[in-house]
């Protein structure tokens, strides 16, 4: 089935699926029928507080139903979705709203003991206050082509960029994605992946209205609670970062965890060991990794019948209308109708990444082997230079997950006098291993440059929501 914009598929699904589950959330339980319902009232009520077609809408705001309701009842209306990073401070995220030229701002009042405000000028209201019930139902007229959502880019380092995407390329690409993770009708699907980030918005919820699955939000990751609703409600499908992936394998095994079926992750730096005991310790029968990034959306997945080698070393292959090249200086680069329209309000931006040819610049550092798998080496802003040697710290990531003390690790280039930069290993340690043991670990197997010359121990890495190390963090408490 092909829909031309993002509401005609969210509200066909109470037709396609009528009174099957498409929401649960605490004690809501909602219907596909339900869904619809709610988003055509949602979008009433936003054409009601003067949101007309192309007006932007951000959502600040966790994981929830109301998310769901108000971000499609954003579209529904004509409205352009901008999602907001749950871990702003008020100051970055009046920025978001400002640069966005959101004429409302949609939050969770009392979140993480949180009362949210925006700019001086954007009305703002609570999720949670009833308002999204008021409207008098309504549909906008849209085309494929209009934009669908402006999201900020969630890197580690430098300012969020808007990226705009419009409701076709969006469609497509999330259908061919339902495909490639195996997602299926009737899928029960833990979203733990923030709505905000195109993980939780678009392989998540776009793609279970696609497919037919429920969903199940969750607004803070905490392992006890991810095991109890996946005992609790059967849950079929979990994608999330490796991190997520490494607790579940951590957490004493008192709970059934039976019923799953179906991983997605992506990373640079997964080891071959945790892609194999996905599914000889748990019940995992298809593993998916892929890349992916805001301006394109997934890129490359892993296929049916990779080994695990290929799905922990390599992040697949390209996606269909996608193509991957890697330029004279190892950058990878993507092509295809995936690639976003562009930055918004920022012409500049947008020209540096998308050269005049259509290729996107990633900001990634990668190689493809002989079938045309991609691997990933690491950030290009990542990589140092030490005596002259280039040091790439994904692939001396994966040296170091291979010493059995180490469980998770990301490695940054220090300032060092004689050779300009060397390596510094931070290790959440697995059990007991001390700074001069992993150096010298380190030295006999990898080549000296790439050596770290030292390592920091610390109780957890610092993640950001999408479970990115920040190094910049790293960087600001260590050096």
Not at 202 to 223: E, H, M, N, Q
Not at 294 to 305: D, K, Q
Not at 362 to 381: A, P, V, Y
Request: charged letters at 25%.
């Amino acid at each position: 089935m092909t829909w031309e914009t993002i509401p005609q598929m969210v509200l066909s699904a109470a037709d396609r699926f009528g009174h099957a589950e498409a929401i649960v959330d605490g004690s809501q339980r909602l219907s596909f029928i339900d869904l619809a319902d709610r988003v055509r009232t949602a979008a009433g009520a936003l054409v009601a507080a003067g949101i007309g077609k192309g007006d932007r809408v951000a959502i600040w705001a966790p994981n929830s139903a109301e998310w769901i309701i108000a971000a499609f009842g954003v579209v529904t209306a004509g409205g352009v979705l901008v999602p907001i990073n749950t871990r702003f401070k008020a100051e970055e995220a009046a920025d978001v709203v400002r640069r966005s030229g959101a004429r409302l701002l949609l939050v969770q009042q009392g979140f993480l003991g949180v009362d949210h405000t925006g700019p001086a000028g954007v009305p703002v209201i609570d999720l949670k206050s009833g308002f999204l019930s008021t409207g008098t139902p309504f549909e906008q007229k849209l085309n494929g082509d209009d934009i669908a959502d402006i999201i900020y880019t969630s890197g580690t380092t430098g300012k969020p960029k808007g990226v705009m995407m419009n409701h076709r390329q969006t469609l497509r690409l999330y259908a061919e994605w339902c495909d490639l993770a195996d997602l299926r009708e009737g899928d029960r699907y833990l979203i733990v992946n923030p709505f905000f980030h195109t993980f939780g918005y678009k392989a998540g919820l776009i793609s279970s209205l696609i497919r037919g699955a429920t969903i199940l939000p969750v607004p803070v990751f905490d392992v006890e609670r991810v095991l109890e609703l996946v005992e609790r409600e059967r849950v079929t499908m979990l994608p999330g970062p490796p991190t997520l992936y490494h607790a579940l394998l951590d957490a004493p095994a008192t709970r059934d965890l039976s019923s799953l079926r179906a991983a997605v992750t992506g990373a640079a730096d997964i080891p071959v060991e945790l892609i194999r005991r996905l599914e000889t310790d748990l019940p995992f029968r298809t593993i998916m990794t892929g890349y992916g990034l805001t301006e394109a959306g997934t890129a490359t997945a892993s296929r049916p019948g990779d080994t695990f080698e290929q799905i922990a070393t390599t992040v697949g292959t390209p996606c269909a209308g996608v193509e991957i090249r890697i330029a004279d200086d190892g950058e990878v680069l993507v092509r295809g109708y995936s690639v976003m329209q562009g930055y918004f309000d920022d012409p500049v931006a947008t020209a540096e990444a998308i050269d005049a040819e259509g290729w996107l610049r990633t900001g990634d550092l990668g190689s493809l082997d002989q079938d045309g798998r991609l691997r990933i080496i690491g950030r290009k802003k990542d990589m140092f230079i030490v005596g002259g040697f280039n040091a790439y710290p994904a692939e001396i990531e994966a040296f170091l997950l291979e010493h059995p003390a180490v469980s998770q690790v990301a490695v940054v280039g220090v300032p060092d006098d004689r050779l300009g930069q060397v390596g510094r290993a931070f290790v959440v340690r697995k059990s007991a291993v001390s700074e001069a043991e992993l150096v010298s670990w380190a030295r006999d197997r990898m080549a000296g440059f790439k050596a770290p010359r030292s390592v920091r121990f610390l109780d957890e890495l610092p993640l950001n929501a999408t479970g990115k190390v920040m190094k910049d963090q790293l960087l600001q408490g260590f050096t």
